[in-house]
């Protein structure tokens, strides 16, 4: 499997970085790079192996439904870098 | 007529009624003041860690249940990244690889036939952030995050539907499910059940589905029912035409009744759901299950507790309602269309029932109908007519169904409420048993009974009863 830089650009979009030509081109290479570690890892006859889906061996951890003490909104918009009407201002979503 | 057939899925998304939010403590309660009931963790801060509410699983496992889904062991939760001001982490944990279960169906009647609709899958996830636009600020939003980490139920179909009244009668039976259960208040005008569906068009007898077309932005069972309906239309209208319709995801608009497509953000469906590393898997074992399994059939008592405490039914009431479905829905329907519950109730564990019984009739075979029986009880409460009257429009309801205040015109059943033309029948009985009327002035009240009974005769129990009592009273004194 080889990545493209137009693979890579893309995930850059959906990770909201702007790349420079330069970087792209590096980090094509780099993520190629990693992508061929894992094939060689691939390589290992994993059948029978459960998959793994937490690197801790834990499972079913709860709280129970008790509620605790929110926080005020005047902490909670502390670093807010835009706030009205006790809510967070945000550039407009819609029309 | 009908040259395609039309597949549609339903995704219904359905906020639990736990005291607190999925992973962590805040409450949850409805209509708190913006950004009162948050904390780091359903703000999204850096390092947080979320906890797994036990009783949203208690939840979700009783729906899954519910839903003959198959309970998948282990159960993982994932990170489904997007970027939007409602989700404060750019990604919501959610369920896709193992969600907590799948496989199962629920049955739904349409017009009396069942059916069985495929549950795909049945998983927890947490809820956005409200937005706010307002209308003296038209270049920002305003972000409200008390309903960020709320837990979501997420019921995803498979596309077994094949026209909106299917998709209307699962809707309904996935409402009162949850309603049953008791694991969501359902309030739509609150948001509280949010829909998305799928539609698709094939060929009458081809086997393949179409190309599907998916419809966000339902709020409603109105706006899916219009929705669905609409873009059957239009599906069927491009077929017609040889276009080639596309796969695509479109939004519905209330005001103008249509969908339109979305405009196509170029991350739209990616995704890239991970496993989410904070948050162990969840392994519900069997002595788990089996107890969920058992309490479901206690629900039934809690569906008949609601009756008792908000509707004010007697126990009795309460339970013949909820031992019969037919009887159940039909009560349900009633009071929906207005009808004050308790008469509602009066009327069908009684002289239905009796009726049944006298006809050796199920409920299904009749053909009152919850409109009908609304509209009765609304012309007695008027005093349009008087309880004699009213027994036997509901006989007829009963035998041939039809308009109530039209029986009424047909049978002349309506109440003389006529002061002027009761009071000459009055002076008539009065005159032709004088009897009565001294032994009345005896004391005997049994007396008064037996004129008012005449009266009655005379007026075929079309007299308003309580002014026959009073002009009886006036007229022979004692009143
Ligand atoms: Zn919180």
Redesign the pocket.
């Known amino acids: 499997m080889r990545l493209t830089p137009e693979q890579v650009e893309h995930v850059a979009l959906l990770a909201r970085l702007r790349l420079s030509e330069e970087e792209r081109e590096r980090f094509t290479t780099q993520l190629n790079s990693i992508l061929e570690h894992f094939e060689q890892l691939q390589q290992l006859d994993t059948s029978g192996v459960p998959p793994m889906s937490h690197a801790v061996a834990m499972s079913n951890v709860f709280r129970e439904d008790d509620p605790a003490d ?1 926080l005020t909104p005047e902490d909670a918009l502390q670093n807010a870098p835009d706030r009205a009407r006790d809510c967070f201002r945000v550039p407009r979503v819609i029309e | 007529m009908a040259k395609y057939r039309p597949n549609i899925g339903l995704e219904v998304h359905a906020e639990l009624n736990t005291r607190t ?1 999925v992973f ?3 409450p949850t309660a409805v209509g708190a003041q913006p950004n009162t ?7 999204g801060f850096p390092g947080v860690l979320p906890v797994l509410n036990r009783r949203v699983v208690e939840f979700a496992l009783r729906a899954a249940l519910a839903m003959n889904c198959e309970i998948v062991r282990p159960s993982i939760f994932e990170r489904k990244g997007y970027y939007y001001p409602d989700l404060p982490k750019n990604f919501q944990i959610s369920q896709k690889r193992a969600p907590l279960g799948r496989k199962g169906h629920l049955e739904v009647t349409v017009n009396g036939e069942t059916k069985r609709v495929g549950i795909y899958d049945v998983h927890i996830e947490e809820d956005a952030a409200k937005l706010l636009h307002p209308e003296d600020d038209r270049g920002h939003s305003l972000v409200d995050f008390n309903r ?2 709320v837990p979501l139920l997420e019921i995803v179909s498979d596309p077994d539907m094949n026209s909106a009244a299917e998709a209307e009668a699962y809707m309904n039976a996935v409402r009162d499910m949850l309603l049953y259960l008791g694991i969501s208040e359902c309030r739509m005008e609150q948001g509280q059940l949010r829909f998305e569906a799928s539609v698709s068009l094939r060929p009458e007898g081809e086997s393949e589905l179409g190309t599907r077309v998916e419809i966000k932005n339902l709020n409603s069972f109105r706006a899916v029912i219009g929705a669905v309906g609409y873009e059957i239309w239009r599906q069927s209208q491009a077929l017609d035409s040889g276009e080639e319709l596309v796969q695509e995801t479109r939004l519905w608009d209330d005001e103008r009744g249509a969908t339109e497509p979305m405009r196509t953000k170029e991350t739209a469906m990616d995704y890239r759901y991970f496993p989410e590393p904070d948050l162990t898997p969840l392994e519900v074992d069997d002595e788990w299950i089996g107890r969920i399994r058992a309490e479901l059939p206690e629900l039934a008592e809690a569906r008949r507790r609601r009756l008792t405490e908000q509707h004010g039914l007697s126990d009795y009431d309460a339970g013949i309602l909820t031992g019969d479905k037919v009887l159940a829905d039909l009560f349900k329907a009633t009071a929906a269309e207005g009808a004050p519950a308790k008469a509602a109730a009066n009327w069908l564990t009684g002289e239905f029932l009796r009726l049944l019984k006298e006809g050796g009739l199920a409920a299904e075979q009749t053909r009152l109908e919850p409109k009908g029986l609304a509209e009765l009880i609304g012309l007695v409460e008027k005093g349009a007519i008087n309880a004699p009257a009213a027994k036997q429009v509901f006989g007829k309801l009963f035998e041939r169904g039809g308009s109530p205040s039209e029986i009424v015109k047909e049978l002349g059943l309506a109440q003389i409420s006529d002061e002027g033309e009761i009071a000459g029948v009055v002076d008539g009985v009065i005159e032709e048993h004088p009897d009565a009327v001294e032994n009345f002035h005896k004391g005997k009240e049994q007396a008064l009974k037996f004129l008012v009974g005449q009266v009655m005769r005379k007026t075929r129990g079309r007299a308003n009863p309580q002014l026959v009592n009073e002009l009886l009273r006036k007229r022979i004194g004692g009143g």
């Open positions: 929110p | 939010k962590c403590g805040c009931q948050v904390c780091p963790v359903c703000l960020s980490g």
